[in-house]
């Protein structure tokens, strides 16, 4: 039986954080960092049968045609998607009643629509892009253990050399492959830099002054194999470590903003975002 202090509920039975119950979620859900853009996701739904929310969580959950969705904002940062993605397990995968791991598990299909900025020249401002691999620069998976792949492992090395300015170890994960091929068949791929935080773990510097002032650049310039670094973000290598490491399916879908090579951002972001919205819920 799993402590009360370790899965929380609220006193109507909703998990702690995300004040759902296990009937209220979809087996596909998209989540979006900003709460205010569940209403842009889910005003293409046909039909909403549920709306709910706590402090930057919240969920809206229904139809397109036959197909069920829930989305859900995560809020800023892994320190939130490692909220957002253990309660969304423990939601489909635990008993609430006894507080047991079920015999049985299911596996979610959970895809990322987020704003992103490109790292590479290549990659156009205004374009949508598909993370094959989330590269954590962040602390969350220090904590956990994850399964690693020969991909993934080797690609993790090569970081590890080739940034020994950090003072903690990388860590890498790959995309659900099933989501990638369906979803992103035809988009761009890259790999994913999911930082701590915006302004210097992303290379910006307003008054600061930063441990590593030429990140953009060193990350600009890291290959390995056929491997770079194109965007930086800061919640995708958190939702595919934890998602492998339960078994879910996880996709992000990166609207890039900005070009961090040429120092410049879109003229008009919603409308990139509208089109990764609408690209995503047209191949879901």
Do not use: W
């Amino acid at each position: 039986m799993i402590n009360n202090s370790e899965l929380i509920l609220n006193s109507d039975g909703s998990i702690y954080h995300l004040n759902l119950l296990p009937e209220d979620l979809a087996d596909t859900i998209i989540t979006v960092g900003d709460p205010d853009r569940v209403a842009k996701v889910s005003k293409y739904f046909d039909r909403i049968e549920l709306k709910k929310g706590k402090r930057e969580f919240i969920t809206h959950t229904g139809y397109i045609g036959t197909k069920r969705l829930s989305v859900i904002s995560t809020g800023i940062g892994t320190d939130n998607i490692d909220i957002v993605l253990n309660e969304l397990d423990a939601l489909v995968n635990i008993d609430f009643q006894h507080k047991e791991v079920k015999s049985e598990l299911t596996s979610l299909d959970i895809v990322r629509i987020g704003t992103s900025g490109a790292v590479q020249t290549d990659v156009e401002m205004g374009s949508i892009l598909a993370s094959e691999y989330g590269v954590g620069f962040d602390a969350l998976m220090q904590f956990y253990q994850k399964p690693y792949d020969e991909i993934e492992l080797n690609i993790q090395q090569a970081l590890i050399r080739y940034f020994p300015q950090l003072s903690l170890k990388p860590y890498v994960a790959g995309a659900g492959e099933r989501l990638l091929d369906r979803i992103a068949f035809d988009l761009p791929k890259g790999m994913t830099l999911t930082a701590p935080g915006f302004y210097a773990p992303q290379g910006r510097c307003l008054r600061s002054d930063n441990t590593i002032p030429d990140l953009i650049p060193l990350v600009n310039s890291f290959k390995h194999n056929n491997f770079r670094l194109t965007n930086l973000e800061m919640e995708t290598a958190g939702i595919y470590a934890l998602a492998k490491m339960f078994g879910h399916q996880a996709l992000s879908i990166n609207a890039i903003l900005a070009s961090r090579v040429a120092g410049e951002f879109s003229p008009n972001p919603e409308a990139v975002v509208e089109k990764a919205i609408q690209l995503v819920l047209e191949r879901i």
